[in-house]
């Protein structure tokens, strides 16, 4: 008899219930910004994020006349919002993109309550067949890609999709993050345990992930920074700005940062 296999895990699908029960369970990824800080935004006092602690530099931005922005795998009315808010005057319009419904409807919750030029759309980070080539100037993808298994798409899609001399603002994690024992680490023990590429899907035993999964927790893939730093190069972008970040509370921040945020240029 061949042995007994579980069906493949379509991590897609799996991630974007995962993302709506994180908005059901409040987490901090998912809370959207009050109606001070868009009006604030409007007067020209604002900031967002790409990591978990430090603003993006101002002086990455590009202007905002006329900027078509897309904001992707950014739902949670965080910076999609903002951005709306500190572009308006200038005619600048933002795309949120996201694969969790529910982390779209709270940008939408923040659009129509502060009535901002914002639009939401659905969809894999790896596919933006919906948006035409060069259509935008301005990408920021916060720390998201950590959610599917392959980086290299992602980076392809969104240099096709920035027009020439466009700018994309990524956040990612270092890899370093994943050598450890997970749950270890959650009690301040960092044990190395994992080879990089890291893997939910492969690099941990089928029992643990079933612990993750009944949590309805997200799966992660580490990448490695060959991936998420030659990849952008290779997609046809130049890397033109660069920082790291931390986050307290966590057992390695007494270490080392383990954030990183660049800024791109499409060639
Ligand atoms: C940590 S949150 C980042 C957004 C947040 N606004 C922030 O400040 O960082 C990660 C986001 O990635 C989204 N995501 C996960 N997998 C995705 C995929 N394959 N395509 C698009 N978005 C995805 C999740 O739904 C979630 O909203």
């Known amino acids: 008899m061949p042995p007994s296999s579980s069906p493949p895990i379509d991590v897609r699908r799996y991630n974007s219930r995962a993302w709506d029960v994180a908005v059901e369970l409040g987490s901090e990824w998912t809370l959207p910004v009050d109606a001070a800080t868009v ?3 409007r007067r020209g006092d604002w900031s967002i994020v790409l990591t978990p602690v430090k603003p993006i530099p101002a002086e990455w ?5 006329n900027a078509r922005i ?14 709306a808010a500190a572009g308006e005057a200038a005619g600048a319009s933002v795309v949120v993109f996201d694969n969790s419904p529910r982390q779209l409807e709270r940008d939408r919750e923040v659009a129509r309550r502060d ?11 790896r596919d933006l067949s919906r ?20 980086v290299r798409p992602v980076w392809r899609e969104a240099a096709r999709v920035l027009k020439p001399g466009g700018v994309l603002l990524s956040g990612f994690i270092n890899p370093i993050l994943y050598l450890f024992d997970q749950k270890k680490a959650d009690d301040g023990v960092l044990e190395v345990r994992h080879r990089l590429p890291y893997s ?10 079933s612990e993750y999964m009944a949590a309805q927790e997200a799966l992660e893939f580490g990448h490695t920074l060959t991936d998420q ?17 931390g ?19 499409k060639i």
Not at 115 to 125: A, R, W, Y
Not at 131 to 150: E, W
Not at 229 to 245: H, N, S, V
Request: with cysteine.
């Open 61 to 65: 931005f590009p202007p905002f006349d």
């Open 115 to 125: 009535k901002l030029p914002l639009k939401t759309v659905e969809g894999d980070m």
């Open 200 to 209: 939910d899907l492969t690099s941990i035993a089928a029992e643990e992930r």
């Open 39 to 41: 009006a604030a935004a």
């Open 131 to 150: 948006f035409a080539d060069a259509t935008f100037d301005l990408i920021v993808h916060p720390c998201s890609n950590l959610f599917v298994p392959d």
């Open 70 to 83: 897309l904001c992707l795998a950014s739902g949670g009315g965080q910076q999609g919002p903002v951005l």
């Open 229 to 245: 730093i030659a990849g952008q190069i290779e997609a046809g972008l130049a890397i033109t700005g660069f920082y790291e970040d």
């Open 247 to 265: 986050w307290p509370g966590m057992a390695l921040h007494e270490y080392t940062e383990m954030f990183i945020g660049t800024r791109a240029t």
